[in-house]
């Protein structure tokens, strides 16, 4: 997994339909580890 730094630099690179990518893939794996 990301460390703290590096998702704040790519939140800052990310476009807002890449942060919307970026959220599901989260959702993803946050469902993943249930």
Do not use: C, M, P
């Not at 997994?1 to 794996?29: A, M, P, Q, V």
Request: hydrophobic letters at 40%; aromatic letters at 20%.
């Amino acid at each position: 997994f990301f460390s703290l730094d590096e998702i704040i630099h790519l939140f800052r690179r990310f476009s807002g339909l890449e942060i919307k990518h970026y959220n599901n893939t989260l959702k993803f794996f946050k469902a993943k580890k249930k």
